[in-house]
Each structure stands twice: as C-alpha cells, then as structure tokens.
C-alpha cells in the first residue's frame, strides 16, 4: 500500500486513507477528531492506545506529538499488523506495537501522560485499574463506549478515583450517501466519549 503525504496539522484524517480489515474495529474519523480534543496532547508527550484495533488513533496521536511516543496495545495479531502497515503508511517511526492481552502488556511500559482506552476485550475493569496506577498525576485519561453498560462504569471509576473535569459526551454522525439522483443520511452507531484528569496529588 503506498504511503500517504498527510501534511495537515488538524486531526481527522479521512477513514479511507487507513489500511482497514472488516473484521478489525476503526475508531471513526468524526469520533477520532473528538477525541484527540478531550487527550489535549502535547509535544513529548508518553501515550497509550489500549485496543489499538486498526491504529488510526495511534497514528493521529503520533502526528500530533512530534518526539512523543505512542504505546499501541492491541492483542489480536491481524491487529498488529493493520497498526504497523498504518504506522508505515504515514510514515511515523513514535509508533510501538505491544502485542498482547491487557492490562497485563500496560506493566512494562513507561509511565503514561495520557491514555486512550478503546476497546477492553471484556477486562475493562482491569484496565482502568492499571491505567489509573501508570498514568502520572496530572494526566488525562479518555475512553470511548460502544455500549450501555460501558459508560456509568467508566464514569464511577472516575468519580471514586477523584478524577476532575470529568465529562461524557455522546456522538452521533451520520453521512450522506448517494442514492440514484439523491442522498439519504447513513447513521453509525452511537459512541459516548469518557475523559477525566487524574488528581495532581
């Protein structure tokens, strides 16, 4: 696949630009943009990507941080692959694969100023409680739900960690496909977006 000049600072780069797999989750570009947003990434910046799927959020917290580093998790080896041909794509060398299951792959690594949570395999859980000891006072966590149950578990963990300016915020986009002479819109499924800030002390 030949490599993309995406010289443009803005986040939001368009899904088809991506290597994709069907069978491997993307966060979408609209999602992507808010996300990035609520990480308030810096330059130098440490940052996970827990459940990396496809790396397209990894890819554009690597664009954005210049001599940051980005920690892409993901335990599904297509996966890894779809994350490393992304990393290639656009030409980033600040993306490190960490193949494995979750949180047990989050104890190696350095300490994190902002982590992005999304997808959990069914060990949420155990995720927000290893983020919340590797991640440095001060530093934001983020995470997207896709489900029901997910939401009001992320936000109590938050709350009774005494995590400050929590926020969800839902998101749903939908496009206009062509249809014939006309356009319908074509809704994606709801994504609520989780942030907070770890207490300094």
């Known amino acids: 696949m030949s490599k993309v000049d995406w010289p443009f600072t803005t986040p939001g780069i368009p899904d088809h630009l ?21 990480l308030r990434l810096f330059p130098g910046a440490v940052v996970y990507d827990v ?12 664009l954005q941080l210049k001599q940051g580093t ?12 779809l994350v490393e041909a992304n990393a290639r794509r656009f030409g980033l060398s600040n993306i490190k ?11 190696k690594l350095p300490p994190a100023d902002r982590i992005f949570i999304g997808g959990s395999a069914g060990v949420l859980a155990g995720i927000l409680a290893t983020a919340h000891q590797k991640l440095k006072p001060g530093g934001w966590l983020v995470a997207t739900a896709v489900t029901i149950e997910t939401t009001p578990q992320v936000m109590r963990f938050l709350a009774e960690q ?12 939908a496009q206009a496909k062509p ?12 994504v609520t977006v989780i942030s907070g800030r770890k207490p300094r002390q």
Not at 97 to 107: D, F, K, R, W, Y
Not at 162 to 173: F, H, K, R
Request: contains cysteine; proline residues 5%.
């Open 18 to 38: 991506f290597k994709r797999d069907n069978n491997i989750p993307m966060t979408k570009q609209e999602v992507r943009m808010i996300v990035l947003g609520k």
């Open 51 to 62: 459940g990396a799927g496809t790396g397209s959020v990894s890819v554009e917290c690597a």
């Open 70 to 81: 980005v920690y892409a998790l993901e335990k599904d080896g297509s996966a890894d692959e």
């Open 97 to 107: 694969l960490v193949p494995g299951q979750a949180p047990a792959t989050m104890e």
């Open 162 to 173: 005494g995590y400050e300016q929590v926020e969800a915020v839902s998101i749903t986009v």
């Open 179 to 190: 249809l014939g002479k006309s356009h319908l819109w074509r809704g994606q499924n709801p």
